[in-house]
């Protein structure tokens, strides 16, 4: 069964930082693309950044570049999302996942899509 887990979430007041963990398996993390999206409520999921656990190449939305950086601690097999100054926009529930089976591969492609997904870990930034 796979299994990814975030971690991190809160209730922040506007201006701070939140770092989000996303554990997985060794069989997951090694040589996959994945990625953090947020759902916020009455909005379309939307995609906030990923990683190629390979390689270390990584993608931004252009709404959080400068804001978010995505990282990866190999030993841990965890992805780590760190989000600065925390803007009440960023309220959502923020969610981890993976690629599988060839999308394991299309970490660069713009139309890379998931295949295994965590539970999500909520932030809420007020003002």
């Known amino acids: 069964q796979v299994q990814l887990v975030e971690s991190g979430g809160g209730s922040v007041q506007a201006g701070g930082s939140l770092r989000l963990s996303c554990t997985t398996s060794?069989?997951?993390?090694?040589?996959?693309?994945i990625g953090w999206f947020r759902h916020a409520p009455g909005k379309e999921r939307e995609e906030v950044a990923r990683?190629?656990?390979?390689?270390?190449?990584?993608y931004y939305a252009d709404y959080v570049k400068g804001r978010f950086t995505i990282s990866k601690d190999n030993a841990k097999a965890t992805v780590h999302l760190q989000i600065h100054t925390l803007r009440p926009e960023d309220t959502a529930m923020y969610y981890c996942?993976?690629?599988?089976?060839?999308?394991?591969?299309?970490?660069?492609?713009?139309?890379?899509?998931?295949?295994?997904w965590g539970q999500g870990t909520q932030v809420t930034v007020s003002s």
């Open positions: 990683i190629n656990t390979g390689g270390g190449d990584t």
């Open positions: 996942a993976s690629g599988k089976g060839v999308t394991r591969h299309h970490c660069y492609s713009n139309s890379w899509r998931p295949g295994y």
């Open positions: 060794v069989y997951i993390f090694e040589g996959n693309c």
